[in-house]
């Protein structure tokens, strides 16, 4: 499985973004996928993960803000970001997961302006 991450960029506090991971391979329904992020500075922490039943859990920092889905027909998952922080600044990474499969995307950075 490879995973492609996109839809970083700059936005002002308050605003929205959507990420996109698309991954490679067959097996995209049976994966748990997952959102991370990583600020400068600080560890890499679960922001939201989404099962392969649609089970979503989120990062209490980003509950109510941020939705995490997927679509089994286009092996993709999504990371909606709305109210936008400063402190949400920082490189998305998603991760797809499924026994001892653990693979990681490149990363998008996000920035958030005060």
């Known amino acids: 499985v490879q995973l492609q991450a996109s839809g970083g960029g700059l936005v002002q506090a308050g605003g929205s973004l959507k990420l996109s991971c698309a991954a490679s391979g067959t097996i995209f329904r049976l994966l748990t996928m997952a959102w991370y992020r990583q600020a400068p500075g600080k560890q890499r922490e679960l922001v939201a993960s989404?099962?392969?039943?649609?089970?979503?859990n989120y990062a209490d920092s980003v509950k109510g803000r941020f939705t995490i889905s997927r679509d089994n027909a286009k092996s993709t998952v999504y990371l909606r970001m709305n109210s936008l922080k400063p402190e949400d600044t920082a490189v998305y990474y998603c991760?797809?997961?499924?026994?001892?499969?653990?693979?990681w995307g490149q990363g998008t950075l996000v920035t958030v302006s005060s």
């Open positions: 991760n797809a997961a499924l026994r001892s499969l653990d693979e």
């Open positions: 989404i099962s392969s039943g649609y089970r979503s």
